[in-house]
């Protein structure tokens, strides 16, 4: 199956900091989403990107999908912004989402 | 995109009980999708439930342990059987819509289980 890794594993940062997660992928894919999971547990959507470059406020993303690899852009951080950033792939040929292995993020007042 | 009512949010179960998790979409979806966090883990899939059909199961993953029902196309549950410690996870069930404006899987808000 399709292999989805996430870099870095964790990340610390200062209130005010920006960052950058990477979502590395090892086959085409048909959809790719970033996703924030709260400290409750709560799967967020923030962005449908199979390919190209989307902005929502503070965060951005840019998925380079010949190249097998999406970013995500956290500007300006806010102790809100902690939690886990999973990016997750649908592998062409099915319908099933495939989840990588995750950036604990913690940001520090 | 879809709003997916999941429940209960949380429960603490006795080991060799049985916990029945419920996941309700607002809309009508083609396809509907049971998940399994364990602590510090990402998310695995557990088996994709089918309307009017038994769920495909995950290789790991089997009916016994898991049953799965989604009598329509608006509504599933898992049953998580026979309970140990090493069921203690969060839950989420997710849903793959048909309509042509479709802007990406969108997930219920997760069960915490413990296991005690």
């Known amino acids: 199956g399709i292999q989805v890794e996430q870099s870095p594993p964790d990340l610390i940062l200062q209130e005010g900091a920006n960052s950058t997660l990477r979502c590395n992928f090892s086959?085409?894919?048909?959809?790719l989403q970033w996703f924030h999971q709260n400290p409750w547990g709560q799967l967020i959507n923030l962005f449908y990107?199979?390919?190209g470059t989307k902005q929502n406020g503070r965060l951005s993303a840019t998925t380079v999908a010949t190249e097998r690899y999406s970013l995500l852009y956290i500007s300006s951080s806010q102790t809100t912004d902690s939690g886990v950033y999973f990016c997750a792939v649908v592998w062409k040929g099915n319908e099933k989402l495939t989840f990588g292995t995750g950036t604990r993020l913690t940001i520090i007042p | 995109s879809a709003v997916i009512s999941q429940k209960p949010s949380r429960d603490i179960c006795q080991r060799g009980t049985s916990l029945t998790i419920q996941c309700q979409v607002d809309?009508?979806?083609?396809?509907m999708f049971w998940y399994r966090q364990q602590p510090g883990q990402s998310l695995t899939l557990i088996a994709t439930a089918n309307q009017g059909s038994e769920a495909t199961y995950e290789s790991g993953f089997v009916i016994d342990k898991f049953p799965i029902s989604r009598p329509n196309l608006t509504f599933s549950t898992l049953t998580v059987s026979n309970l140990s410690p090493e069921d203690s996870s969060i839950y989420l069930c997710?849903?793959?819509?048909?309509?042509?404006?479709?802007?990406?899987?969108?997930f219920g808000s997760g069960t915490r289980l413990t296991v005690v």
């Open positions: 809309s009508q979806v083609t396809m």
């Open positions: 990107i199979p390919s």
């Open positions: 086959d085409s894919v048909n959809n």
């Open positions: 997710s849903d793959r819509p048909g309509r042509p404006d479709f802007t990406g899987y969108t």
